[in-house]
T-cell receptor, first 111, second 112 residues
Framework: QKEVEQNSGPLSVPEGAIASLNCTYSDRVSQSFFWYRQYSGKSPELIMSIYSNGDKEDGRFTAQLNKASQYVSLLIRDSQPSDSATYLCASDKTGRRALTFGSGTRLQVQP | DTAVSQTPKYLVTQMGNDKSIKCEQNLGHDTMYWYKQDSKKFLKIMFSYNNKELIINETVPNRFSPKSPDKAHLNLHINSLELGDSAVYFC???????????FGPGTRLTVT
């Protein structure tokens, strides 16, 4: 079982819709969670971090964490074609200082 | 105003050669990392350094040798390159006490 699992997609949503990206993790020791966006041929760009159960909102992005279910999600409201990218979920164990990444979900926003 | 930079951006070389990749960050961070992204786009930690001290070596072959001359620089030297070393290598950095990591633009290594 992979430590961080994501559906590879592609997830296709129309422009203006809400895109919902999901991630599960297997190691209960994981404490910190991150969402990165990676455009083709570019480096991962940090868009959200979340450390405690519940929701965290930043602009059009909302990260949700449920440690009991070992589940992390990212909602993108009012999706734009420029949001089309691969979204990487990552976790970090306290003190380890090294991210474990999922394989990424490719999001396509249709104009 | 580049935060994390890497050189070179592209590296094409033959099997058996030795090559180096350099990374610099101007964010004042104290921890730096090397990640490898393979052809299937899977991103995996290789090394991390905190204040010039190696803290993670993720079962990487010893042909790979990282070096941190100071906390703003982290280099990666690869000996006897193999076809399987072809990948994109990303440098990243983070601040003490925080876990958010910021990535450089990557170095695409192609071994022929």
């Amino acid at each position: 079982q992979k430590e961080v699992e994501q559906n590879s997609g592609p997830l296709s949503v129309p422009e203006g819709a809400i895109a919902s990206l999901n991630c599960t993790y297997s190691d209960r020791v994981s404490q910190s969670f991150f969402w990165y966006r990676q455009y083709s041929g570019k480096s991962p760009e940090l868009i959200m971090s979340i450390y405690s159960n519940g929701d965290k909102e930043d602009g059009r992005f909302t990260a949700q964490l449920n440690k009991a279910s070992q589940y992390v999600s990212l909602l993108i409201r009012d999706s734009q074609p420029s949001d089309s990218a691969t979204y990487l979920c990552a976790s970090d164990k306290t003190g380890r200082r090294a991210l474990t990444f999922g394989s990424g979900t490719r999001l396509q926003v249709q104009p | 105003d580049t935060a994390v930079s890497q050189t070179p951006k592209y590296l094409v070389t033959q099997m058996g050669n030795d090559k180096s990749i350099k990374c610099e960050q101007n964010l004042g961070h104290d921890t730096m990392y090397w990640y490898k992204q393979d052809s299937k786009k899977f991103l995996k930690i290789m090394f991390s350094y905190n204040n010039k001290e190696l803290i993670i070596n993720e079962t990487v072959p010893n042909r790979f040798s990282p070096k941190s001359p100071d906390k703003a620089h982290l280099n990666l030297h690869i000996n006897s390159l193999e076809l399987g070393d072809s990948a994109v290598y990303f440098c990243a950095s983070s601040q003490a006490g925080l876990y958010e990591q910021y990535f450089g633009p990557g170095t695409r290594l192609t071994v022929t």
